[in-house]
């Protein structure tokens, strides 16, 4: 039924390889077993946006969009909670229960903002004081999110889900992360490593996040030519 469903319909995806908020949603497509459709690579630079990007998302002008039978839908958690719904399987990444659906959601958006805000400091932030503070911003956040993983094997539990798409894309930029502040992240979260190795495995995951090599050296390059920082 989702086989002949997926022939029938449309999926586009506006990507861009090295984007986390990308891999969020190539991710949840993958859990659904959605394999067949259009990845769009979009040029950031912002002289270079296409024009399909400009008219599908004209408020934010952002990738991820996803392109569903010629409807955009922006926003890759929105876009997450969107693929879930629509193509509903056996493994919904949101719980049932209200409580626990509204948890994943504050923690999702914990990501969005503190971590990624903190993880964004770190790499772009020339000043080395200011690095120092967003490194240590940085690795409470992770500990915060290590406390709430716990001995589980997974954020929500035995299931990979509704957090643990949010958060998995930031792995791949983890040795970006330990060039830039100079550490080492498993020594300060050994279970959130831990955690990622396990998300790895999952076929979803390691076909929609890039090699940690060949994304480090391409943003150590953008750190260098953007930021002046070598
Ligand atoms: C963030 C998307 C975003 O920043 C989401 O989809 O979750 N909250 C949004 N996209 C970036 C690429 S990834 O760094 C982007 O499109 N940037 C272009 C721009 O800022 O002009």
């Known amino acids: 039924m989702e086989g002949v469903r997926e022939k029938e319909e449309e999926v586009k995806l506006l990507d861009f390889w090295a984007s986390m908020f990308c891999m969020r949603v190539k991710i949840a497509l993958a859990e659904k077993a959605i394999t067949k459709y259009d990845c769009i690579i979009e040029d950031l630079g912002s002289d ?35 693929i ?12 049932s229960h209200p409580y626990h659906r509204a948890q994943s959601r504050f923690w999702a958006h914990f990501v969005d903002t503190k971590f990624f805000e903190a993880s964004n400091k770190l790499w772009r932030t020339k000043d ?8 240590a911003e940085f690795i409470e956040c992770l500990k915060t999110l290590e406390d709430v993983l716990g001995d589980k094997c997974y954020f929500e539990g035995d299931k990979f889900g509704y957090i643990d798409i949010a958060l998995i ?27 990622g190795k396990t998300c790895v495995l999952r076929h979803s995951v390691n076909t929609s996040i890039p090699e940690m090599d060949k994304l480090s050296e391409f943003i150590l390059e953008i750190r260098k030519q953007y930021f002046g920082i070598s």
């Not at 599908?56 to 997450?80: A, D, Q, R, T, Y």
């Not at 080395?128 to 490194?135: D, G, P, T």
């Open 48 to 82: 270079h946006k296409s024009s399909l990007l400009l008219e599908m998302n004209p408020i934010h002008k952002k990738i991820p969009v996803l392109i569903h039978n010629h409807k955009p839908i922006s926003e890759s958690m929105n876009i997450v909670e969107y």
């Open 84 to 95: 879930d719904e629509y193509w509903k399987g056996d493994t919904p990444f949101l719980s």
């Open 128 to 135: 080395s004081k200011e690095r120092e503070e967003a490194k």
């Open 169 to 195: 894309p930031f792995y791949s930029w983890f040795q970006v992360y330990e060039t830039c502040g100079s550490f080492n992240i498993e020594l300060e979260c050994p279970k959130i490593i831990a955690w």
